[in-house]
């Protein structure tokens, strides 16, 4: 296996700078390989006709192209939605999904096989986690999408896949500086959205490195007692912290944060529960996203109806609070929010 080889796809730009440095090469060629991993995605060095032959023997000796293989690829016979089904070296199971927009192709991709966070309405939390993805793998989702599309474009990337992003942060910011560089693949970091369930500690991490991503924060619940009983990294970093963390994040990156709040019968979707929710989101200008809970067999919770779903809105919206009913896309796909992968898997 290629695990002791190193896997240029996943090396930060100075990080190839310094391979480059080590095997005594022109700092040149950093540009070169680096437009041949993320530009013409190349899955072989002989490809790379512009080193030297024996330059590319060398750093196939060292080095690999890593990626993620399609495993499986399924298209909504409704609206198109194409859900990938993502294969790892080691035999783990990813899932993205990209849906068409009026506005352009998004895709949701994956940061870690399973979870560790423990949501109680999740079904990637039902296995725990297996690994972190690494960056080469987070990438690799995305070239794959790019290819299987092309001449169509991926305009807009969202973290919301398989994981917890912000638990495995190093490879994510890693992930965030390739594929937004101007010598890459080059998506601006203001089309990438990250989706977190609450590390605090970790959104001022990112905070201090002031991407323009869109940060969403999974809520769904608007007390401390709810939360921590769906959402178990509520009970280290309650809400005051995690709203406290959001306006802190807004205030160093300038990027308004935007909060998920999935609707479950007669758990959280109460008008009451409305009321809360808008009492501590007053006068923040945040943009609050409804979505329809996907149910997971494993597990007891089940969807609010339209009318519930509706008047929560509604009760936000009287009270100053943006808030969107989000679309469901490829719903004849049983694939949501992770379930794909425990189908297949
Ligand atoms: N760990 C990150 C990203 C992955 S989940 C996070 O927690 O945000 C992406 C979004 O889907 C989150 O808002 C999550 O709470 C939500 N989600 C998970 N399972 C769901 C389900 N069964 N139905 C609806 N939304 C769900």
């Known amino acids: 296996m290629s695990a002791d080889r190193l896997n240029l796809r996943g090396l930060a730009r100075t990080e190839l700078a310094g391979l480059l440095n080590e095997m005594e090469q022109p700092a040149y060629r950093a540009k070169q390989i680096f437009s041949w991993l993320h530009q013409k995605r190349v899955s072989t060095f002989d490809e790379m006709t512009n080193l030297p032959a024996s330059f590319r023997q060398s750093l196939a000796q060292r080095c690999t192209i890593g990626g993620v293989k399609v495993q499986k690829r399924l298209v909504s016979s409704i609206d198109g939605t194409v859900k990938y089904l993502y294969g790892l070296d080691g035999g783990d199971l990813v899932e993205g999904v990209l849906m068409g927009h009026r506005h352009g192709n998004s895709l949701c991709i994956s940061s870690q096989a399973g979870c560790r966070m423990g949501c109680a309405f999740c079904a990637s939390a039902l296995g725990g986690l297996s690994r972190n993805l690494t960056t080469g793998e987070i990438l690799g989702q995305v070239y794959a999408a790019a290819d299987d599309i092309a001449p169509e474009r991926i305009g807009s990337i969202v973290m919301m896949g398989v994981g917890e992003p912000l638990d495995n942060f190093e490879n994510v910011c890693r992930f965030l500086e390739l594929v937004s560089h101007p010598d890459g693949f080059g998506l ?137 009913i989000r679309r469901e896309l490829g719903a004849d796909l049983d694939a949501a929010c992770g379930q794909l992968r425990r189908t297949d898997g």
């Open 188 to 324: 601006s970091l203001r089309r990438i959205s990250l989706s977190t369930c609450g590390l605090v500690d970790e959104i001022y991490r990112l905070a201090e490195k002031k991407y323009p991503v869109t940060l969403s924060v999974s809520l769904h619940a608007a007390n401390d007692d709810l939360r921590s009983e769906l959402m178990p990294i509520n009970r280290k970093y309650g809400i005051a912290a995690l709203l406290k963390a959001c306006r802190d994040y807004f205030e160093a990156t300038g990027r308004r944060v935007s909060f998920e709040y999935s609707l479950m019968a007669g758990k959280n979707d109460a008008v009451t529960d409305a009321k809360a929710l808008a009492a501590l989101l007053k006068g923040r200008g945040d943009h609050v996203n409804l979505i329809p809970h996907n149910p997971v067999k494993e597990r007891a919770l089940t969807r609010s109806n339209r009318e519930t779903v509706l008047a929560f809105q509604k009760e936000l919206e009287i009270r100053g609070i943006n808030a969107t």
